[in-house]
């Protein structure tokens, strides 16, 4: 079975951290690009960042930029997002993929397909 499960979400004040994971099974990351969306409420989802599968290559939504990072370990099959400086617009609900490819790098935002969202990891920046 092809799936994602990401966690560590929860609740964090503004300027807080949180480092979410997304363990995949079924997938060998190698060889697949994965990216970070999130969905705010009554927001259509967004791409923010992706990794391509080598872990060589990433790009960053400018919302995020110089606050996330994106980051991999093949050998867990796991994709990391380390997020700092949290905003309030930050609040949203967290999901990873796999996203296409194009020359050798990856498209955050466009997913491969619609068949392997999971549940997600909810964000909230409060005080």
């Known amino acids: 079975q092809l799936q994602f499960v990401e966690s560590g979400g929860g609740l964090v004040q503004p300027g807080g951290s949180l480092r979410l994971s997304c363990a995949s099974s079924g997938f060998t990351l190698d060889y697949f690009a994965v990216g970070w969306f999130r969905q705010a409420p009554g927001k259509e989802r967004e791409g923010i960042s992706c990794?391509?599968?080598?872990?060589?290559?990433?790009n960053y939504a400018a919302s995020v930029e110089g606050r996330f990072t994106i980051s991999k370990d093949n050998a867990k099959n796991t994709v990391y997002l380390q997020m700092n400086g949290l905003k309030p617009d930050d609040t949203a609900l967290y999901y990873c993929?796999?996203?296409?490819?194009?020359?050798?790098?990856?498209?955050?935002?466009?997913?491969?397909?619609?068949?392997?969202w999971g549940q997600g990891t909810q964000v909230t920046v409060s005080t």
């Open positions: 990794i391509t599968g080598s872990g060589g290559r990433t």
């Open positions: 993929s796999p996203v296409r490819t194009l020359h050798d790098d990856c498209i955050y935002g466009l997913a491969r397909s619609n068949a392997y």
